[in-house]
């Protein structure tokens, strides 16, 4: 097979193009970062509520729905872009794959050991994500999301444990959830 030469000119409009391509996905994509967002959020508050009426031991009950939402994710959008192949999305992709698993394996299989840290660190590996994902779109938005993120992980050092999961569940909301739904209805709007 035959590779054609590019101009520099070419190759640039070529790798515009790809990253465009990317954006578009990934602001179709709000869909996910509203699903996620609220679902996070809605774990966090319900946690939070279970630790106030004295259930600490069964607050963390709520976030089992979170590995069954992944493989729901990964099968709703497997079927969506399986034609697809652009590098931007694969990458994206397993970004989101590798920094999801890691959250919970830390979550569910470290939480004794890391105790009042297990959710600053979970907010740093999700801004770093949600940081990365909108530097290979060029999205201002993603980027302010994940700089919020990695901000409230370090505030939430300062702060006590119990307190930690209505952080969480209020940075959902506003850096995943109102994005989502800010590149939702961008899309639409450009559809």
């Not at 097979?1 to 409009?13: A, Y």
């Not at 890691?102 to 949600?130: D, E, H, R, Y």
Request: hydrophobic share 50%; charged share 10%; aromatic share 16%.
């Amino acid at each position: 097979m035959k590779s054609k030469e590019f101009t520099p000119k070419e190759s640039f409009e070529l790798i515009d193009q790809v990253i465009n391509q990317a954006k578009s996905r990934f602001e179709e994509n709000g869909f996910a970062f509203m699903l996620w967002g609220g679902a996070i959020a809605l774990c966090c508050f319900a946690q939070s509520y279970l630790l106030h009426i004295g259930m600490g031991s069964q607050s963390w009950y709520p976030y089992l729905l979170l590995p069954l939402l992944s493989i729901y994710t990964m099968f709703y959008y497997s079927k969506k872009h399986s034609s697809q192949h652009n590098p931007l999305n694969q990458i994206s992709s397993r970004l989101w794959i590798f920094t999801g698993f890691n959250i919970m394996i830390i979550a569910f299989g470290f939480n004794g050991f890391l105790q009042s840290n297990l959710i600053p660190i979970i907010l740093i590996l999700w801004g770093i994500a949600t940081s990365v994902a909108g530097s290979f779109i060029r999205s201002k938005l993603l980027l302010f999301s994940g700089i919020i993120l990695n901000l409230s992980a370090y505030a939430a050092f300062f702060i006590p444990w119990k307190q930690h999961p209505l952080l969480m569940g209020i940075v959902s909301l506003i850096a995943v959830l109102i994005p989502g739904i800010l590149l939702y209805f961008k899309h639409k709007q450009n559809v």
